[in-house]
């Protein structure tokens, strides 16, 4: 019988590291090409596999290939596309049945977070029903760091250290020049669900007084009189409050603060923003000289700053993937098992999709402070080993990252367009 | 004669590498203890020596001294504090020689950018008049690189290398999700009046097509029609539009962008955050998905990511500083001569503060393409090497900067208090 080849594709938001993974699944498949034929990247994840956009790995070199593991942002492309359920949507997953069938594909290794599970789950369900049986592999990824069972998310970490580093680096300069210019620092951070990447920020504090002094999550409604009360201490007592806040930050009625925010000239509700609210709010009730940064999508493609245990993990899964297709497995989601905090120790192990889909992680209650406005020792103990490391890509000497760019061949196609 | 101590302050904004300057000032004076007494460090800026706030720092660690080197932000502290002139504020020239005279201060280094040249070139010129000989010698330091002379100022390139290591990780993210997502990203820099920060973000372009797209300087009035036309040609000719905002960009009027823009909820204006401006225009004006970051203070404190040449030339001038002292100049600035581009060679040359100062180097016009939205190969050829080479900070094994901190001992005061 022939090879199966096998198709992968990334989902949702990109991360630092998503690349490393797509490394670890095609230098992997690549040892056994025995057993796998060839590996196709869905351009644009589910949509290009939907539409039959193929990419051609085998076209790209063992340079390029091997480049994908520093290189941030999704280099086959990425979307946000939910299939329906079986049930709202059958022609969809028969839609993907026959392009499979079309490129003899027996492996699919979907790159993502709950949806992406869920997905990759009704997938091998649909196959072996429609009498086209598939190896369906979910591959954990996600800085929101809210799937469950692993112990974290590939590409969580990677952001988790840019957002410390930075907060630590943006609070030396604020703290030079408190006596006598800005006295409050915030910087945003993403999350809009889940606090993980603000918890983060509180990595940089080591010492009593050191900052940063607020984290505002989105797991604690925003209590105005206390956070003024806090900020007033901090200034009071340090010189300087340094604040990391969430983008999903709410108020006491639900609402979130970002859009209970700004109006641009026109009048617009500005999307994305909550810093600036945050600001404004300090200055008119505080006084205090203020400054503000969102970090945005710089947090999520800061490959520069990646955590080495992030990147290592990242590629490790999609080397598991790889395996698993070759041990005959289906179903299932290599995830990080911590077998040790001191020293720290992890292994991948295996997850059912089953249980992974459609299921959020929240950060426990022990992991914030009582007072809503920082992180527990357990808190730390989890992050700690995490951002651990550094893992820098090369530059060139010009003084800039080299990242690679695939040339991204597309297979010919075999069916008819596909129409949503 | 006894040996005369030594005074440095840092002035205004601080940078990524103005503590390299700090490290090589009192590195090279320790290595004359002969000719030069006790390295004094005014606490936030020139304010500390008029309030006689000064730091010893021979009560600091030579490894404490030693990391300064790596170490972002103002480790003595700075200020925005300009003294008036001599006619409008004699007592506060006169008040410094008093502390001067107080503390056998033979030499005075103001490490700062136009200001404080004038401030350091008036000083020694007083000093003469009231019998108090002082060698003052202005160190050059502003993350605008805006000072006259000097090929270039210490702090500009870690910053430069910053944002253009930045806009090109966002844009990868970006281009990877463009079709189905984001189609936009704009990212803000510093630069109320110099454009040379955004102009560094095109460092990232290599070829045509390559982000970013769009460079929006203080030095071209923003053509509204102008820029909508350019980004919906690069959202339809690459898929999406990757852009570099100044804070300082103007329209037609003169007014900054930011200014004419958003209002926050209680109806302030919102300082800074000319990004959400632009985004907001280009949704309402094209429709598309937009996201926006605003670096602020990270960019000015990124030390984790600074340029080679940076730290070297912020090192190499407070050493230079101190030989000057050791060789009895006054009313002079070390600055940087490049004498050669490729390669790209530089040295330590000597100028006059009385030609540094209150002169504002403005981007030249041939380094910004006609269009107005771009730099030009000229532009290039001077940026270029600036940010060339790593210089990353040494991290502890919990994956964060060693970054140092002061213990910041006060000398003992002789003089009554000063009262501004």
Same mark, same amino acid.
């Given at each position: 019988m022939a090879r199966k080849n096998l198709l992968y594709a990334q989902s949702g938001g990109v991360t630092p590291v998503i690349n490393a993974t797509a490394c670890g699944v095609i230098e992997t498949a690549r040892n056994h090409r025995d057993q796998i034929g060839k590996v196709f990247a869905a351009k644009d994840g589910i949509l290009g596999a939907l539409r039959e956009d193929l990419i051609d790995t085998s076209k790209e070199t063992k340079s390029v290939v091997a480049g994908l593991r520093h290189t941030p942002g999704g280099a086959f492309g990425s979307c946000r596309y939910k299939l329906k359920s079986i049930e709202e949507n059958l022609a969809e997953y028969e839609r993907l049945i026959d392009v499979f069938a079309a490129h003899n594909i027996g492996y699919f290794l979907y790159n993502g977070g709950g949806d992406s599970a869920d997905t990759a789950h009704k997938v091998s369900q649909i196959g072996k029903k429609l009498g086209y049986p598939i190896q369906c592999i979910g591959v954990p990824k996600t800085i929101d760091n809210d799937l469950p069972i692993t112990d974290v998310c590939p590409g969580f970490p990677s952001?988790?250290?840019?957002?410390?580093?930075?907060?630590? #680096?943006?609070?030396?300069?604020?703290?030079?020049?408190?006596?006598?210019?800005?006295?409050?620092?915030? $910087? #945003?951070?993403?999350?809009?669900?889940?606090?993980?990447?603000?918890?983060?920020? !509180?990595?940089?504090?080591?010492?009593?007084?050191?900052?940063?002094?607020?984290?505002?999550?989105?797991?604690?409604?925003?209590? #105005?009189?206390?956070? $003024?009360?806090?900020?007033?201490?901090?200034?009071?007592?340090? !010189?300087?409050?340094? @604040?990391?806040?969430?983008?999903?930050?709410?108020?006491?009625?639900?609402?979130?603060?970002?859009?209970?925010?700004?109006?641009?000239?026109?009048?617009?509700?500005?999307?994305?923003?909550? *810093?600036?609210?945050?600001?404004?709010?300090?200055?008119?009730?505080?006084?205090?000289?203020?400054?503000?940064?969102?970090?945005?999508?710089?947090?999520?493609?800061?490959?520069? @700053?990646?955590?080495?245990?992030? *990147?290592?993990?990242?590629?490790?899964?999609?080397?598991?993937?790889?395996?698993?297709?070759?041990?005959?497995?289906? !179903?299932?989601?290599?995830? @990080?098992?911590?077998?040790?905090?001191?020293?720290?120790?992890?292994?991948?192990?295996?997850?059912?999709?089953?249980? @992974? *889909?459609?299921? #959020?992680?929240?950060m426990p209650k022990g992991f914030i402070t009582r007072d809503g406005f920082g992180i527990t020792n357990r808190c730390r103990t989890y992050l700690e080993p995490l951002i651990r490391g550094e893992d820098y890509p090369p530059y060139d000497k010009q003084g800039l990252p080299k990242y690679v760019r695939i040339k991204g061949i597309l297979v010919n196609k075999k069916l008819d367009e596909w129409s949503a």
């Open positions: 952001v988790a250290k840019y957002v410390a580093v930075s907060i630590m #680096e943006a609070s030396l300069d604020v703290m030079s020049m408190a006596s006598s210019s800005t006295k409050v620092f915030i $910087l #945003e951070v993403m999350g809009r669900h889940a606090g993980w990447i603000a918890a983060a920020g !509180g990595m940089a504090q080591r010492e009593t007084g050191d900052p940063p002094h607020i984290i505002l999550f989105p797991e604690v409604t925003f209590d #105005e009189a206390a956070f $003024l009360a806090k900020v007033e201490t901090s200034v009071k007592k340090y !010189g300087y409050c340094s @604040i990391v806040v969430s983008e999903g930050v709410k108020n006491p009625d639900g609402q979130f603060l970002a859009d209970a925010g700004t109006r641009d000239a026109f009048g617009h509700a500005q999307l994305g923003g909550v *810093a600036p609210v945050v600001a404004n709010l300090v200055k008119s009730k505080l006084g205090y000289k203020y400054h503000w940064a969102v970090s945005d999508y710089l947090q999520r493609s800061a490959r520069h @700053i990646a955590s080495k245990v992030d *990147a290592e993990q990242a590629y490790a899964v999609g080397k598991a993937a790889v395996d698993y297709c070759l041990q005959g497995k289906s !179903g299932v989601m290599p995830v @990080i098992e911590r077998t040790s905090d001191k020293p720290f120790r992890w292994k991948i192990a295996e997850a059912k999709l089953s249980k @992974i *889909a459609n299921r #959020e992680k929240k």
